[in-house]
C-alpha cells in the first residue's frame, strides 16, 4: 500500500502494474475499504492494471473533519490519476463510489475509457434518513447501526452461507473513523444527479441487485434510460454486490471493457 499527499488530503492506494494496456481504477462503498474488491483482483489481474483506494475518511486515507462533497471524492481521484500519470481509466464505483463515478462521468470524461456503477441511484435516499443516521452513529457509534448495515448489505442466503466472510466485512465497517463516515453520509445526502446524469458520455455498465432495497432497479432502470449510451446488469444481490455474486460480477466488468 501506498499514500498520496495532497493539498487537502492523503489517500491510501494499491497501484497493481500488471503491465497491461488498460487500468481499471475501484471506488470502495460507504464503510467498506479497498479491501471490498480483494475478490476481483486475481481475475482481472489477467487483463488489467488495477488501481484501488480508500475513499477519504476511510480505511487509511486521511480523515478531514467536515462535510465532504461527492465533487471533492471525485477530484481526489483525478489527482490520484495525475500523480500515477495515468492519463485515461475504466472506472468502478459501487454506491458512494458509483456516485463518484457519475461526477467524473459528467465533469471529468476526457479521463474516461468506460464507466461501471454499480449499486447506486442519481440520489441515494433523502435528507431526513441521512441526517437520522448521522445523528444515531454520532451519538451511538457505528456498532449500532450493523445489524441493519447486515440487512441492507447481503440477502439472508448469502450471510447463512458465507457467515464468516460477512463477518470480515462488517468488522472493517465498524473500524471505518466515525468523523471520516459522518463526512461522506453528508456527501451522498447532498448528491442529486437527476439533472446532470444525461451528460454522460463514457459507455457506461449500470450494475443493479435485484435484492437490493438501498439502490434498487428502478434505480438501475433510470440510470439507463438517463445516461446514452448505456446498459444495465442485474445481478441476485442485495447492496454489495461484487462480494455477494463476485464472479459474475467480474465477468461482466471483463467483457464490458473489452468489448
Not at 485515461?88 to 461501471?116: D, M, Y
Not at 447506486?120 to 441521512?130: D, P
Not at 463477518?167 to 456527501?187: E, H, K, N, R
Amino acid at each position: 500500500m501506498s499514500k498520496i499527499k495532497m493539498q487537502h488530503t492523503t489517500l491510501n492506494y494499491v497501484f497493481d502494474d500488471f503491465k497491461k494496456e488498460q487500468t481499471i481504477v475501484f471506488s470502495n462503498s460507504l464503510g467498506t475499504d479497498l479491501t471490498m474488491w480483494d475478490k476481483q483482483v486475481e481475475l482481472l489481474g489477467q487483463e488489467f492494471n488495477i488501481l484501488r483506494y480508500d475513499t477519504r475518511g476511510h480505511g487509511k486515507s486521511k480523515v478531514v473533519e467536515g462535510e465532504y462533497s461527492i465533487e471533492m471524492l471525485g477530484k481526489d481521484v483525478l489527482d490520484l490519476l495525475d500523480y500515477l500519470k495515468i492519463e485515461k481509466v475504466n472506472f468502478c464505483g459501487l454506491s458512494i463510489g458509483g456516485l463518484t463515478g457519475q461526477w467524473l462521468g459528467i465533469h471529468a470524461p476526457e479521463r474516461l475509457n468506460k464507466l461501471i456503477i454499480c449499486n447506486t441511484a442519481v440520489k441515494i435516499g433523502n435528507k431526513e434518513g441521512w441526517n437520522s443516521r448521522i445523528d444515531a452513529v454520532r451519538q451511538n457509534g457505528l456498532n449500532s447501526i450493523v445489524s441493519g448495515t447486515q440487512e441492507r448489505w447481503f440477502t439472508t442466503e448469502f450471510v447463512t452461507e458465507n457467515k464468516a466472510e460477512v463477518d470480515a466485512v462488517l468488522a472493517t465497517f465498524v473500524q471505518t473513523p466515525l468523523a471520516g463516515y459522518i463526512s461522506c453520509c453528508a456527501a451522498v445526502r447532498d448528491a442529486d444527479f437527476t439533472a446532470e446524469v444525461s451528460k454522460i458520455s463514457a459507455p457506461t455498465l449500470i450494475i443493479s441487485g435485484t435484492e437490493d432495497l438501498v439502490t434498487t432497479i428502478k434505480d438501475g432502470d433510470f440510470l439507463m434510460e438517463k445516461i446514452p449510451n448505456s446498459i444495465l446488469a442485474a445481478l441476485k444481490t442485495a447492496h454489495i454486490s461484487n462480494i455477494e455474486e463476485a464472479d459474475d460480477f467480474t465477468k461482466l466488468l471483463i467483457e464490458f471493457i473489452k468489448n
